[in-house]
């Protein structure tokens, strides 16, 4: 886990300042080299239409490939169904000015283990979030810059800040991530959004929007759509707010070479004619010796079946007989969060000679936060950014040149006119995503994990549930992912 940042009188963590912008895009939500041609080899490989395995596996995300891959290694035969035509689920590969790019997940942070143990394993080195020089802090009118361990707000609210966000972490500490409905005034703090919690423990405005936008940052979604129990639960799941907001020792500490996504497309590499894609689950059947997964005109025979689909998106099987009440009723409850992700390629990174990170987060600003991910070579300059929350709302339905002139519009106010002449634009509306919806993950609202959510992992009969949603550590995030399929794959072999 990230180290628990102390507050004084008159400092403040720079793990708790500019870096609420990377936030949940630790999560989620890659890129690599290889295997466009293994996915279209998988993809058109013809599959028996009544084809017998131990498990089926629904969704080639990171969680449904660790677990199909954590399966075969105990001798369990498997076929892992995708609906989409590539592998990687909210992870996602791009290429802008001739660089590799993550489209989704991006970020990993030294206490994400199970993530960094993959990328080891397949020899995918990290590099560091580059940080040198100073942040751009524009909130509640005053527009600041800043470096090192202090940010720039104000010596009032840099003492406010401090003492919310203690509140907030001695409240996520008493939190069991895994059943965070069992937490000491569960149902109270389920009953009121961020919104309402930070207009009772916040006066300063400059505080009160730094941390919305916060919550709209890891969250992809407003601080009034999500409850408190839920925010509280994703940070003790994460290790703490600090260690979800941070760039050095948190969750954007580093990147991985090459991008996220080539770790997926190794693990699919390694399934083979296991791995079937443009294979959208429609229906679930349970009887009394297994189960039978229809996926258009095909179908497979397995004797349990694991789902690794987000709740609103698993929600769209036919389930029979249908699911219980309590599981049910979370999918009804558990909307996608809304982003849009946006890649920016310059001739150099000019940011960097004017002494700044090209780290801005901003209230004045439709898209935003936005980052340095300038290659590592140097040979060109690149920012990455977010529409979150109502932001991508907004923009989602509009055109991709529309989107394109706000963004660079939005950065030319913080970087100067050369951000208005870009050399390549790239992007991604997970919101329209037809197999995805949003991003990063899903949002709970008022009540939702106090009535609902012990179906989150319950099995239901021969059905497991994974995901990143699902993860007891580090929801949210490609590591939690992981977490999941592992254990999911470990609870179905124990019944095998």
Known sequence: MGDQTGFGATSLSRRTALTFGAGAAGLAAMQGSATAQTQSQAASRPADSSAS??????????????AARALRAAGHSVVVLEADDRVGGRTKPGKIAGETVDLGGQWVGPAQARLLALAKEYGVAVYPQFTAGKNILDVAGRRVTYEGETPGLSPMALVELALVIGKFEALARKVPASRPWEAPDAEANDAQTMETWVLANAKSPAVRTVMRLAVRTLACAEASEIS???????????????????????????????????????????????????????????????????????????????????????????????????????????PMGCVIKVHIAYERPFWRTQGLTGNVLSDRSEFGP??????????????????????????AERSSDARREQVLKDVAVYLGDEALKPVDFLEEVWTAAKWHRGGYGATPGLGVLTGF???????????YWAGTETAEAFAGYIDGAIRSGEHSAQEVARRL
Request: proline share 6%.
């Open 53 to 66: 395995v131990d498990v089926v596996v629904v969704g080639a995300g990171f969680a449904g490939l660790t």
């Open 228 to 334: 408190l129990l839920a925010m509280l639960a994703a940070a003790s799941s994460a290790g703490g707010l600090n260690e979800m907001i941070s760039t050095r020792g948190g969750a954007q500490d580093s990147m991985l070479r090459g991008g996220v996504w080539q770790l997926a497309a190794r693990m699919a590499e390694e399934l083979g004619s296991a791995l079937v894609l443009s294979a959208p689950v429609t229906a679930i059947r349970q009887h009394e010796s297994g189960v039978t997964v229809q996926a258009g005109e095909r179908q497979w025979r397995a004797r349990y079946v694991v789902v690794t689909a987000p709740p609103s998106m698993a929600a769209r099987i036919d389930y029979q007989p249908p699911l219980p009440a309590m599981r049910d009723g979370l999918t009804q409850r558990m």
């Open 370 to 395: 936005w980052f340095d991910h300038s290659p590592e070579h140097g040979s060109t300059g690149g920012l990455v950014g977010f529409f979150a929350g109502r932001a991508a709302q907004r923009w």
């Open 453 to 463: 959510g012990p179906a989150l992992r319950e099995p239901v009969g021969r059905i």
